[in-house]
């Protein structure tokens, strides 16, 4: 596809940097002349709008019914920066659009044939839908006049309804049944994508529409697709400073969804002195080396966060960007949800979870918390002072014991040494992945970063195992000069592991780390502390090393703490492919994740 642009600029950002990006910049002086040559397809349309939104990265699984959007992707790749890549496996292409959209900030694009290609993605995108992350999800449909007459595939509301079954884990979601439907039905599931609350968006096109001819171009300028309409909450804001003022002791509680205002909400918990906790999301947008950080609360969280919580020493609790879900609440516990709450949060579905607080506050957090700082600061200038909840007896994040796990130099490798090393010797602009099991516990309480920008993935919402390995893939091809290391457990790997050779053919230097202790460590552990039968964990004796090097990737077994130490990092990150560590842990060390076991018991008594 030949395109004339009408100005040309220069992308920056998580591009490819051997790459030039000149996307058209959408304006009044555009014409559609070119989509009059004859061969331009709602197939190129849909491409176009991709274009124009500087998406540069569609990735999915070929098959029959997909072919023209692959058809047009193809043009695309002649003539732009869009590049298609192909997953193993359609869940790893939802994981993939998950991970590029957490790197550049835009919506992730992921795509499949019809049937089976479609049910495939279905994980993915409830992932991403449990945690907000704007993605499109292009699915075909056997052509038009085959609808409902057995044809191979067929998933039309007449058959296996693949429409159906994504309504309850998109924004918007749609069958395109009309060539005259399809640019509104693209425009309004992007806009949906992008506004709050972000999510994943779907809309199936037929095989034969996706293949016919259109004569027009995109009628819309890109600005009005990205969404992030907002709504300043004046009366809650000024309620908000009344409790602020009348307030002597503050605590601040750091939800997930802080990721727009972190650096305004660390200046807001200096200027009153407030000791802030986080979820076990939300540790990933703040500074952890901050003296006034005391731990995660919830899910493998730490001592010094309980005990700010459960001592009741302050006046307000304000939560901030929290969806106050189970992992981020202990279960729900009554002393961190009640009348001392205050919820501060830009999606109000949020707020149903805390009925009990005293006060709601929606709004635009960068702005919100902008505003909050300098009425402080100008309280401040007439000698008001905010003292600083006590210090829990001197509780420290980690406790006597674990700090001796985390120096422990025994062998087997002691998996609190493992993720207290990477803490330490990882690069600060690492992009972390970190996969549902074991790996969220040891993680959560263990690593320590300093970054606030997020680069600390993980995905709590829908917990899906393998999600972190097509991810980190996807944020990689977004990002390749950024580092990236992805932390799976060997029951992720033996589900999904075949992605990491989309990083070896797309030559991306993803290193990849597999904890490998032949079991599926959560369930283990889980039945074991919860008094439950003992069946279903155990794995295989596998060595994922030299499982990498039959597939041409370089693999590093560490048993060791003197292996570990030796490894270099540097040096892994400045390949052009990615490589395998085999991580042999104990596999009796038992991860800190006894309040998830009690809230299980509980579910199980009721």
Not at 161 to 181: A, K, Y
Not at 336 to 362: C, G, Q, W
Request: with cysteine; net charge negative.
């Amino acid at each position: 596809m030949t395109v004339v642009k009408s100005k040309e600029k220069k992308v920056e950002g998580p591009l490819l940097p051997s790459e030039d990006a000149n996307i058209v910049d959408f304006d009044e002086d555009y014409n559609n002349d070119v989509f009059t040559k004859g061969n331009y397809t709602f197939g190129d349309l849909i491409v176009e709008y991709l274009s124009r939104m500087e998406i540069t990265r569609v990735f999915g699984v070929p098959g029959g019914s997909i072919e023209p959007f692959f058809d047009a992707v193809a043009r695309a790749e002649r003539t732009g920066n869009l590049r298609m890549v192909v997953s193993r496996h359609e869940a790893g292409a939802a994981f993939m659009a998950d991970g590029y959209a957490r790197e550049t900030g835009a919506i992730g694009v992921c795509c499949s044939t019809t049937g089976p290609g479609a049910t495939n993605l279905i994980t993915g995108v409830a992932s991403a839908y449990a945690d907000n992350i704007p993605m499109l999800v292009i699915t075909a449909q056997t052509p038009l006049p085959k609808f409902g007459k057995r044809a191979l595939q067929d998933s039309s509301c007449s058959a296996i309804d693949v429409v159906g079954m994504l309504r309850h884990c998109t924004r918007f979601n749609t069958l395109v049944s009309h060539p005259d439907q399809l640019e509104s039905k693209l425009i309004s599931a992007i806009m949906a994508a992008n506004n709050t609350p972000k999510g994943p968006v779907h809309i199936s096109v037929p095989a034969d529409l996706l293949n016919m001819k259109v004569s027009y171009g995109p009628s819309i300028q890109p600005h009005a697709l990205k969404g992030n309409f907002s709504l300043s909450d004046k009366s809650g804001m000024e309620k908000l400073k009344a409790q602020i003022a009348d307030a002597n002791k503050i605590v601040l509680f750091l939800g997930d969804g802080c990721r727009q205002g972190s650096k305004q909400i660390m200046e807001f918990a200096e200027q009153i002195n407030a000791p802030f906790i986080t979820g076990p999301m939300g540790k990933r947008w703040v500074d952890e080396s901050h003296p006034l950080y005391s731990g995660v609360f919830g899910f493998s969280g730490h001592e010094k966060a309980r005990l700010l919580v459960m001592n009741q020493k302050y006046d307000l609790l304000i939560a901030i960007g929290a969806q106050l879900g189970e992992l981020g609440t202990s279960g729900w516990e009554s002393t961190l949800l009640n009348d001392k709450l205050i919820h501060i949060d830009n999606t109000i579905e949020h707020f149903t979870r805390s009925p009990m607080a005293r006060l709601h506050v929606y709004g635009h957090f960068p702005s919100l918390f902008s505003d909050l700082t300098q009425s402080i600061q100008e309280a401040k200038n007439w000698g008001r002072k905010w003292d600083r909840v006590e210090d829990n007896d001197g509780a420290e994040l980690l406790s006597k014991a674990a700090q001796k796990k985390a120096a422990s130099d025994m062998v087997p490798l002691k998996p609190q040494r493992f993720f207290s090393y990477l803490s330490d010797n990882l690069p600060e602009e690492t992009r972390i992945f970190l996969d549902a099991g074991n790996a969220w516990s040891w993680a959560t309480h263990f690593m320590r970063r300093k970054d606030i920008n997020g680069y600390y993935r993980i995905a709590m919402g829908y917990g899906s195992m393998a999600w972190a390995i097509g991810a980190s893939v996807g944020s990689n091809a977004a990002n390749p000069k950024a580092p990236h290391v992805c932390i799976t457990g060997d029951g992720s790997y033996l589900m999904s592991g075949q992605e990491i050779t989309v990083a070896l053919q797309h030559q991306l230097p993803l290193v990849m780390i597999v904890l490998n202790d032949n079991a599926l460590g959560m369930v283990k552990h889980g039945q074991r502390m919860g008094g439950a039968e003992q069946i279903g964990y155990e794995l295989p004796t596998i060595s994922y090393a030299n499982m990498a090097e039959a597939m041409g990737i370089e693999g590093i077994t560490i048993k060791t703490p003197k292996q570990m130490m030796a490894l270099d990092f540097e040096a892994l990150f400045a390949k052009e492919a990615p490589t395998m560590i085999d991580v042999r842990i104990d596999p009796e060390e038992i991860p800190p994740m006894g309040e998830r076991i009690k809230g299980l018991a509980t579910s199980k008594k009721s």
